[in-house]
């Protein structure tokens, strides 16, 4: 019988330059001044933080905004594993050109974050910003989702 390895906290300053190196960003609830009233889809469960920033409810395809909630982030890779749910619009992660990504629990390594289990059976693991170099090798970003993500950890 395998031995499961204790699941690791993460070190938020590696999450930090990691996300940096992906062109994402780690901030501060406080910092989201920045997005009061604009167009935005959301979670529900971050519905109280929406009206408290004044954020317009859209269209997934009309937001310039998305709301999410992640299961956890994973700090060697600069992840962040979101589930889709009754309660979590995963287009809100997707389509918007700004997506603001909420972490309570941080794991330091993708095996740490095996061992805690995938939440849900459609779960993605999202390392920064969209981008490709299909093009003559030119790096685009925002082709295939969101040009910029935010992780904002929640205290």
């Not at 920045?34 to 469960?45: N, Y």
């Not at 009206?51 to 009309?62: E, H, K, N, P």
């Amino acid at each position: 019988m395998a031995v499961q390895k204790p699941v690791v906290d993460g070190d938020w300053e590696l999450l930090r330059i990691r996300l940096e190196s992906l062109g994402a960003e780690l901030r501060t609830i406080e910092s989201l001044e920045e997005i009061r009233g604009r167009r935005a889809i959301w979670d529900t469960r971050l519905a109280d933080l929406a009206i408290d920033l004044g954020l317009i409810a859209a269209g997934v395809w009309d937001a310039e905004v998305g709301l999410s909630i992640a299961e956890f982030a994973i700090g060697e890779t600069g992840s962040v594993v979101l589930a889709a749910g009754p309660e979590s619009a995963r287009l809100g992660s997707l389509a918007p050109p700004l997506n603001v990504v909420f972490v309570r629990r941080l794991v330091a390594t993708l095996e740490d974050a095996f061992a805690l289990g995938m939440p849900a059976a459609t779960t993605v693991i999202v390392t920064g910003p969209s981008r490709t170099a299909d093009i003559e090798g030119i790096l685009v970003r925002g082709v295939h989702g969101p040009g910029a993500v935010w992780v904002v950890r929640e205290p």
